[in-house]
């Protein structure tokens, strides 16, 4: 199983980037995907989750309204469209998949390697 992310990069406040998650060994869309983030010297934090099946998405309070999750099961690749940037948001984001969705980081067995964001004020 590999969950390949990309799509980060340096954008300014109020900007959008799309990272995305690529996976092979599995099948996105059997399992329940999460983006999680992590600033340096910040504990991992959870983002964004998706379910199997519905498609059920739920986000961080930082995330309502500015973040979407989404999956494109042709493709069995995730997204994070992420919409007006703040300075905050600047971490490494990391996809993650799971039999069960959750908001724990800790608790997902299949992670991406991380990308990184950066946001400029």
């Known amino acids: 199983v590999q969950l390949q992310a990309s799509g980060g990069g340096l954008v300014q406040a109020g900007g959008s980037l799309r990272p995305s998650c690529a996976a092979s060994g599995l099948t996105l869309s059997n399992y329940a995907e999460g983006w999680f983030r992590q600033a340096p010297g910040k504990e991992r934090e959870f983002v964004a989750a998706i379910n199997w099946g519905s498609g059920s998405t739920y986000y961080a309070d930082s995330a309502k309204g500015r973040f979407t999750i989404s999956r494109d099961n042709a493709k069995n690749i995730l997204y994070l469209q992420m919409n007006n940037l703040k300075p905050e948001d600047t971490a490494v984001y990391y996809c993650?998949?799971?039999?069960?969705?959750?908001?724990?980081?800790?608790?997902?067995?299949?992670w991406g390697q991380g990308t990184l964001v950066t946001v400029s004020s």
């Open positions: 993650a998949a799971d039999r069960v969705i959750r908001t724990n980081a800790y608790e997902y067995e299949y």
